[in-house]
């Protein structure tokens, strides 16, 4: 598995390299996390153009917060599968 650092979630990511994160690590957190805060990016077109900040700001969300929350998402996947 790649190095942790390349696996970490920062604001300036684009929502659809985030969206492909979460599927490359089959980790349905992440996409949960974003829904909760809602953010149902899933669906949406321009997530191939919009940073996370971007869309934090337009939707009145912390963007710090929830960059550790899904950071936390993947952390959470990584022990689950180093415990394997």
């Known amino acids: 598995m790649k190095s942790r650092e390349k696996l970490k979630i920062t604001k300036e990511m684009k929502i659809s390299e985030i969206l492909e994160l979460a599927e490359k690590l089959k980790n349905k957190k992440i996409i949960e996390t974003l829904e909760k805060n809602g953010l149902f990016c ?5 997530a191939r153009f919009e940073t996370l900040e971007d869309v934090s700001k337009v939707y009145g969300i912390n963007v710090e917060k929830l960059v550790s929350m899904l950071n ?3 952390k959470n996947k990584e022990r689950c599968i180093q415990k394997k």
Request: hydrophobic content about 40%; glycine content about 0%; aromatic content about 12%.
């Open 42 to 46: 899933v669906h949406c077109p321009y």
């Open 72 to 74: 936390k998402a993947i």
